[in-house]
C-alpha cells in the first residue's frame, strides 16, 4: 500500500477501516449481502471496497479489500 499510496493516506485508510470494524463488532449495522456464500460488501473509500463474512455475534472475518476499478466479473462475490 505505501509503495502507491502516502503514509498520510494510508494511515486515512487504516483508521477508517478499524471504525467500520468496531460498528460491525457493535452488531448495529450490516452492510449490502452479495451473492455469495455469507459475504457482504462494505465501501471503505470510493476506491476500495471490502468484503466481508460475519463470524458469530463479535468476530468479522476480512474476506477481501477490491480495487473498485477492476472489472466486477472477475471477483466473483457479486
Known amino acids: 500500500m505505501l509503495e502507491e ?3 498520510t493516506l494510508a494511515e486515512e485508510f487504516v483508521q477508517r477501516v478499524d471504525e467500520i470494524l468496531t460498528t460491525l463488532k457493535g452488531g ?8 455469495y456464500n455469507e459475504i457482504f460488501i462494505c465501501v ?6 471490502l468484503y466481508y463474512k460475519e463470524k458469530g455475534t463479535s468476530e ?4 477481501r479489500f477490491r480495487n473498485n476499478f477492476h ?8
Open 28 to 35: 448495529s449495522v450490516s452492510y449490502q449481502a452479495s451473492n
Open 71 to 78: 472489472d466486477k466479473s472477475k471477483l466473483g462475490f457479486d
Open 5 to 7: 499510496w502516502s503514509f
Open 60 to 63: 468479522i472475518e476480512l474476506v
Open 44 to 49: 471503505v473509500c470510493k476506491q476500495i471496497t
